[in-house]
C-alpha cells in the first residue's frame, strides 16, 4: 500500500489532480451564493451542517461551528493561534453589531501601528465641526485610511471621505451622550492587534484605483439561488470525475469559472440521457466551440 492510504502511486495522483477541481475557486466549488451588499454573490466557502459561509449561515448555524470549533481546539486539531484569531473575530463582529443601535459604545477593531501617528495627522484636517468622533465612526475612518492611503495612494478618495461621508455618519450617529470625553475613543489594543495581524491585503495596490476607474461596475441581474438542487452538485462531481481526462483539457480553455460550470452541466446532461439528439448535438457544439 502507498504512503497516505493509496493503493498505489499512479492513485495517489489520480486523486490529488481530480481534487484540484473541488478547492476554493475552482470549477465544482461549492459557494455560499447570499446576496451582498454591493449587490453581487458571496463566493465564501459553506460551514459544515449549511449551505452559507461563517458570515451569512445565521446565529444557530454559527453557535454550532463555534461549538465544534472549541472541540477542535480541545483536542489538539487547531492551534491556539487560530482559536484566538477565531475569537477576535467573533468580538469584532458582536462591536459591529452592537455599534448599529449604539455608535457611542467603546471599542476599536484595528490597530493601524506605525502608521497611527499618520492617520492623527491626516484627520486633523476633518471639518472643524466634527470635533467628538464616535468611536464607530472612528473604527471606520481608521479602516478607510488603511485601505486608500497604506493600501493605496488614493488622495482624493481619502480627502472625498472626509468631507463627504465623515458628516454623513456623525449625523447618523447622533449627539454625543452626557459624560462622554474625547479620550474615551482609544482603542482595544487586545483586539486591535489581533486583526491587524489577520489583514488580507499584505502589499500596496497603487494600480487598482486607476484600473477601477477605467472599468464600470455591472450588477448581476435576477437574484442569486438561495438552495441547490438535491443532489446535483454530488451528479457534477461524479460526472467530473469519470470524465475528467476529457474535461480537463476543455476546462482550461474556458474563460471563466461560470463557463467551466456550463461545460460540466452539459456534460452531466448528455450522459444522463446518452440517446437524446438534442442534448448529444449540444455537447458537440461546445466541444467544437472550445476545439
Given at each position: ?144 485610511f488603511r485601505r486608500l492611503q497604506v493600501d ?135 466541444i467544437q466551440k472550445l476545439r
Amino acid at each position: 500500500m502507498s504512503k497516505g492510504g493509496f493503493y498505489s502511486d499512479q492513485q495517489a495522483a489520480n486523486f490529488g489532480a481530480a481534487r484540484t477541481a473541488f478547492q476554493r475557486g475552482q470549477a465544482t466549488a461549492p459557494i455560499c451564493g447570499a446576496r451582498t451588499r454591493s449587490g453581487g454573490i458571496c463566493r465564501g466557502a459553506p460551514i459544515k451542517g449549511s449551505m452559507r459561509c461563517i458570515r451569512h449561515c445565521g446565529p444557530k448555524a454559527a453557535r454550532e461551528y463555534r461549538a465544534r470549533q472549541q472541540l477542535a481546539f480541545q483536542r489538539g486539531k487547531i492551534s491556539a493561534s487560530d482559536w484566538l484569531q477565531a475569537e477576535a473575530n467573533r468580538a469584532r463582529n458582536r462591536l459591529h453589531d452592537r455599534w448599529k443601535k449604539n455608535p457611542w459604545l467603546l471599542g476599536c477593531t484595528i490597530d493601524l501601528g506605525a502608521y497611527e501617528t499618520e492617520f492623527e495627522t491626516a484627520i486633523m484636517s476633518r471639518p472643524r465641526e466634527t470635533v467628538v468622533l464616535p468611536p464607530a465612526v472612528m473604527d471606520w475612518l481608521r479602516w478607510r485610511f488603511r485601505r486608500l492611503q497604506v493600501d493605496r495612494c488614493d488622495v482624493r478618495g481619502w480627502q472625498r471621505c472626509l468631507i463627504e461621508e465623515l458628516p454623513l455618519r456623525m449625523r447618523a450617529a447622533g449627539p454625543a451622550p452626557e459624560g462622554w470625553a474625547p479620550d474615551m475613543t482609544m482603542p482595544d489594543s487586545t483586539i486591535a492587534v489581533r486583526l491587524h495581524q489577520s489583514l488580507k491585503r499584505q502589499r500596496a495596490d497603487k494600480l487598482k484605483v486607476e484600473r477601477d476607474r477605467q472599468t464600470p461596475h455591472v450588477r448581476p441581474r435576477g437574484r442569486p439561488r438561495t438552495k441547490t438542487r438535491p443532489g446535483r452538485s454530488e451528479a457534477l462531481a461524479a460526472t467530473f470525475f469519470q470524465y475528467r481526462n476529457i474535461l480537463v483539457p476543455l476546462l482550461e480553455r474556458c474563460p471563466s469559472r461560470r463557463d467551466r460550470d456550463a461545460v460540466l452541466r452539459v456534460l452531466h446532461d448528455y450522459v444522463q440521457a446518452p440517446n437524446s439528439v438534442a442534448k448529444a448535438q449540444r455537447w458537440q457544439e461546445v466541444i467544437q466551440k472550445l476545439r
